[in-house]
């Protein structure tokens, strides 16, 4: 039973350009939250998705960052015209319902570098 | 909201020497609350988690952590730590996301 799957582990891009990370949640979980880890710091809750909605928007950057889970295929975090700041590592976490009850399995993340 | 605070930002012990981190929470009612484990460059692993029930709650590799409502506390104990032990710890409460504190880094020295 494979874990949460991220892809790519290491992603580098100029400024401007866009990022996509891609996030499959663990087999049978249909709850997907993708977290922000600046360099020395926690991690930071971006965005809470179910399939095809996203439930919780509250954490997202206003301008440029973007995120959906379509009914077939993993989950997307896109971040367009890439600047430094937005250098960090990217995680996804699954869980099978509401957390509280349900625990959330991270995956490994997605270090992104904006050269 | 519910919020978490980690008061140590680094803390160093000795291997086979115990290890205590702190843990304070902000929140009305009996929280959910986590701790988990990262190790560098990996992504987070669950060391144990408190729901409700008996305060002092076992986890993995020999850890534990203790409920205390009276100080808003869920801190996190080992007895004896082993140099494999030297990672980031991250104390969260839950309220449908996770909340998560800024972490304490653990060294273990020889």
């Not at chain 2, 460059?41 to 020999?62: A, N, R, W």
């Given at each position: 039973n494979a874990g949460v799957m991220q892809n790519p582990r290491h992603l580098v891009r100029r400024r401007g350009q866009e990022a996509r990370l891609r996030c499959s949640p663990m087999k049978g979980h249909s709850h997907v939250y993708w977290y922000r880890q600046l360099p020395e710091e926690?991690?930071?809750?971006?965005?809470?998705?179910?399939?095809?909605?996203?439930?919780?928007?509250?954490?997202?950057?206003?301008?440029?960052?973007?995120?959906?889970?379509?009914?077939?295929?993993?989950?997307?975090?896109?971040?367009?015209?890439?600047?430094?700041?937005?250098?960090?590592?990217?995680?996804?976490?699954?869980?099978?319902?509401?957390?509280?009850?349900?625990?959330?399995?991270?995956?490994?993340?997605?270090?992104?570098?904006?050269? | 909201a519910q919020s978490v605070t980690q008061p140590d930002i680094?803390?160093?012990?000795?291997?086979?020497?115990?290890?205590?981190?702190?843990?304070?929470?902000?929140?009305?009612?009996?929280?959910?609350?986590?701790w988990y484990v990262q190790s560098p460059?990996?992504?987070?692993?669950?060391?144990?988690?408190?729901?409700?029930?008996?305060?002092?709650?076992?986890?993995?590799?020999?850890f534990e952590a203790e409920f205390k409502r009276s100080q808003s506390s869920f801190n996190l104990?080992?007895?004896?730590?082993?140099?494999?032990?030297?990672a980031e710890y991250f104390c969260a409460v839950d309220d449908y996301k996770l909340s998560f504190g800024a972490g304490t880094t653990v060294t273990v020295r020889a």
């Open positions: 926690g991690l930071k809750f971006m965005v809470y998705l179910q399939k095809e909605n996203i439930i919780d928007e509250s954490g997202m950057p206003k301008e440029r960052f973007s995120a959906e889970f379509p009914k077939e295929g993993p989950s997307i975090l896109r971040i367009q015209q890439v600047v430094r700041g937005d250098s960090a590592a990217y995680f996804c976490a699954s869980s099978p319902g509401l957390t509280g009850a349900n625990v959330l399995t991270f995956g490994a993340g997605s270090r992104l570098t904006v050269l | 680094h803390i160093t012990v000795s291997e086979g020497a115990s290890l205590e981190l702190r843990c304070n929470y902000s929140y009305g009612a009996t929280p959910y609350l986590f460059g990996q992504g987070l692993q669950l060391l144990l988690k408190y729901f409700s029930g008996d305060t002092l709650v076992q986890g993995i590799k020999g104990r080992k007895p004896s730590v082993h140099w494999s032990d030297a």
